[in-house]
């Protein structure tokens, strides 16, 4: 799983962003990027506050700073996945922390302002009560410097952003906060210090209005930061997996050093309980690893000496010492960081056309806000000022799109993380709305659907003999032998614990059998042709079955009597059958592409259940079988081998199987880890689960917009008397927000499929 293609000239750089709060500021700070020479390409997300661009020329990397400092944010380089620690940390807990301390002052400040001026509204003796301690005067000049205070402290991010914003002619939510309650306020200080500019039956202050828009809007975007913390807790988990140290020997001793230490080649010591510390292979003792973490599998796993380990995993049961073959960011844990990272970072088609639409929506909402003060100063009651600008300022604020920005990108956070807990690794995140819409799931054969190693599948017998004395006979002659029908033998007598005997003049016939006795038995292994001189009447129903079903037999003959019919064959793996059934309870067409011979390939799609069969394929021919089953609509494809490469990336969407090749996974729009097929299932489950949670949480923030806007405008005055107070919409725009947050946390729940 190399990062990147050597050949692709332009470098990928990634760089966190401050100060984003909305859609807007997303297509900002990308049309930003886009003017820097050399840069090709710019994503920005929202959710993860992350840009990534790609760069012709890597030294030019400080031009992109300043390009997002001109348009007022703030960006500095993503560390490197394997700077332990930091991974996909960014800096939301700051970002918390900051809102927090902000909330709890415009808060405190705001709370007395509230209840004594919405107090003195709503409860006549409590107004004459405060008008008998002190004047009036006295009264809103309290209000102004409580109000002063909540406005250019807390609330000063609002005015710092917005404004210029405004200026720069690319307004966004900020611009419109800040227009709404810098309104309210002005309104307020003018009817405070210069009453005599305005009419009496106007002369109201607004004070309680600007402060509770910007305390509510904070406390808004402190729920938001918290849950945008907990939306990156799957790569925090991921990170959290990673050692800490590891006991290396060094110097005919063993040393325990920070992991940043370990060297490829280093012997690694691995005690009970302890997690592996990097990615290699045995070399001394065996144990059980719990890889669920990597693959999603609860089973712990068997490892003997030759068999690789990976970093992060843990060491259940004995020890073992394994040389350490990937170190730092080359670990398997380490890219699997980087490519959900990548993942979660990315956009999905249907972002564009959020970004799109949101593009126009800002400037929209103040043309709307204005028109919305013009109408109501000209036909609407007295005070037609005051009507008319509490009316433009509900407008302003119920319209900000930060619900709108988070929508997508929050569920795409979620929904690859939580993939990434079920052994399913989105490298491409488009993949995950491209997935939901494949009509065709193709499968290679070898490796994908079967187990891609023979194993003894079937052992007919004579019955003059038993199944473990042949099998004990013919295992201690196929011991002798390199081929891998040979050593399939051999693993079934050793799953069987049987003894094998002692083994004398051996012969082999290349490419027919072998002959030899076993404790003084003669026993011959081979073909048909081999064993011509016996009589295999007995055997021809059996043969005609096998040739049914696509399998070869060899036969073996005991003391010159014909023993048994054997077949070795590749075997199906255990969830195949079961993983094609979900597919088809789905709605989707199954097909498999085979070299095998179309006989062979059919039998095994006979027992898969499998809808349709391209047999007798070559790895070249493989893309042009994709494109035409494009006819059926978008083809997933999934495969594991070398020669799957160019299929995987010819397909709509490329799944490869973890335990295949560089080459394939590389190709691969997503990866399987463990090399389950139920990950298949689960890749299509979490892909319609977060397309499913991005269509609600836009048709909520939309919604929201489309219903609340005509209300906060005063549409609904003339017929039922019913105006919106700007604080209401302030509230209901950060329950907005904090609703499609909140939604977007639901596919953290998405259950896996066991087998």
């Known amino acids: 799983m190399n990062e990147m293609n050597e050949h692709v000239h332009s470098t990928p750089v990634s760089i966190d962003i401050e100060g984003m709060t909305c859609a807007s500021c997303v297509l900002r700070v990308e049309k930003a990027l886009l003017k820097v020479p050399s840069v090709t390409s710019a994503s920005v997300n929202l959710a993860t506050e992350r840009a990534t661009v790609q760069l012709d020329d890597a030294s030019n990397v400080e031009a992109l700073f300043k390009a997002i400092e001109k348009v007022g944010y703030k960006g500095s380089q993503t560390p490197q996945s394997h700077d332990h620690g930091h991974v996909g940390h960014h800096h939301h807990d700051e970002d918390a922390a900051i809102l927090r301390r902000d909330v709890l002052i415009a808060a405190l400040l705001t709370l007395p302002l509230f209840v004594l001026e919405m107090g003195s509204h709503l409860y006549d003796p409590m107004h004459h009560w405060l008008l008998g301690l002190v004047s009036q005067q006295v009264l ?25 914003a405004l200026f720069h002619g690319a307004p966004e939510m900020n611009s419109l906060v800040a227009l709404g309650a810098g309104a309210a306020y002005l309104y307020s200080v003018v009817v405070t210090f210069a009453p005599q500019l305005l009419p009496a039956q106007t002369q109201y202050v607004y004070y309680e209005a600007a402060t509770v828009i910007v305390t509510l809007i904070l406390v808004g975007r402190w729920l938001e930061a918290l849950a945008k913390g907990r939306t990156g807790e799957a790569i925090q988990r991921l990170v959290r997996e990673q050692a800490k140290t590891a006991r290396v020997q060094r110097d005919g001793g063993i040393v325990e050093l920070p992991i940043e230490q370990v060297k490829a080649g280093d012997i690694i010591v691995v005690r009970p309980g302890e997690k592996v510390a990097v990615d290699g292979e045995i070399v001394e003792g065996a144990s059980h690893l719990d890889e669920s973490m990597i693959s999603g599998e609860s089973l712990p796993v068997s490892k003997t000496v030759g068999a690789i380990v990976i970093g992060g995993t843990l060491n259940m049961s004995g020890s073992f010492s394994f040389r350490a073959t990937k170190v730092g960011g080359d670990t398997m844990l380490a890219q699997i960081i980087r490519m959900v990272e990548e993942a979660q970072g990315g956009k999905l088609p249907i972002q564009g056309v959020v970004d799109q639409i949101t593009a126009w929506f800002v400037p929209a909402v103040i043309a709307l806000a204005i028109i919305t003060f013009a109408i109501w100063t000209i036909w609407g009651p007295e005070p037609a000022y005051v009507f008319g600008l509490v009316n433009a300022v509900a407008v302003l604020i119920i ?17 690859t993380g939580r993939a990434a807990e079920l052994g399913v690794l989105f490298r491409k995140s488009e993949a995950l709305q491209q997935l939901r819409d494949a009509k065709v799931v193709a499968f290679d054969k070898t490796g994908t659907l079967t187990a ?19 099998l004990a006979l013919v295992a201690a002659v196929e011991a002798r032998s390199e081929h891998p029908i040979a050593s399939a033998i051999v693993t079934a007598a050793e799953k069987a614990e049987l003894t094998l005997g002692k083994v004398t003049d051996f012969k082999a016939d290349a490419g027919n059998g072998v002959t030899a006795r076993v404790d003084g038995r003669l026993v011959s292994v081979g073909s048909q042709r081999h064993l011509g001189h016996l009589d295999f009447s007995d055997f021809a129903e059996a043969i005609d079955k096998l040739a049914n079903e696509g399998k070869t037999p060899v036969f073996a003959a005991i003391d010159d009597k014909l023993a048994a019919a054997i077949v070795v064959a590749d075997t199906i793996k255990p969830s195949s059958v079961m993983v094609i059934q979900a597919l088809h309870a789905m ?3 199954t097909v498999m592409i085979s070299g095998d011979n179309r006989r062979t390939a059919e039998a095994i799609a006979r027992q898969l259940g499998i809808d349709e069969v391209r047999a007798e394929v070559l790895p070249a021919d493989k893309v042009s079988v994709l494109k035409a089953l494009r006819q059926f609509g978008k083809v997933a494809y999934v495969g594991d081998g070398i020669n799957d490469a160019p299929a995987l ?6 799944i490869a199987v973890g335990t295949g090749t560089d080459a394939a996974i590389e190709s691969a729009d997503v990866v399987l880890l463990g090399g389950d097929l139920k990950g298949v299932l689960n890749a299509l489950t979490i892909s319609r689960a977060t397309m499913r949670n991005i269509w609600e949480n836009l048709f909520w923030a939309f919604g929201y917009n489309v219903l609340l806007i005509p209300v906060a405008a005063g549409l609904l005055y003339p017929g039922f008397g019913i105006l ?11 329950l907005s927000s904090i609703f499609v947050v909140s939604n977007a946390q639901r596919l953290r729940g998405v259950k896996g499929v066991s087998a």
Request: aromatic share 12%; with cysteine.
């Open 587 to 589: 709605g989707l067409k």
């Open 399 to 415: 319209a900000c799109p930060c619900a709108m920005g988070l929508a997508t990108p929050t569920s795409i956070m979620v929904g």
């Open 452 to 470: 891609g190693k023979p194993a003894l599948t079937d052992l007919i017998l004579d019955d003059d003999f038993t199944h473990d004395e042949v």
């Open 724 to 734: 919106l107070n700007p604080m209401i919409g302030a509230g209901a725009m950060a």
């Open 649 to 654: 990336a010819e397909a709509d969407i490329g």
């Open 140 to 164: 809103y000049v309290a209000y102004f410097v409580l109000a002063s205070v909540v406005l250019f402290w807390p609330g000063w991010r609002f005015f710092k952003i917005g404004f210029p």
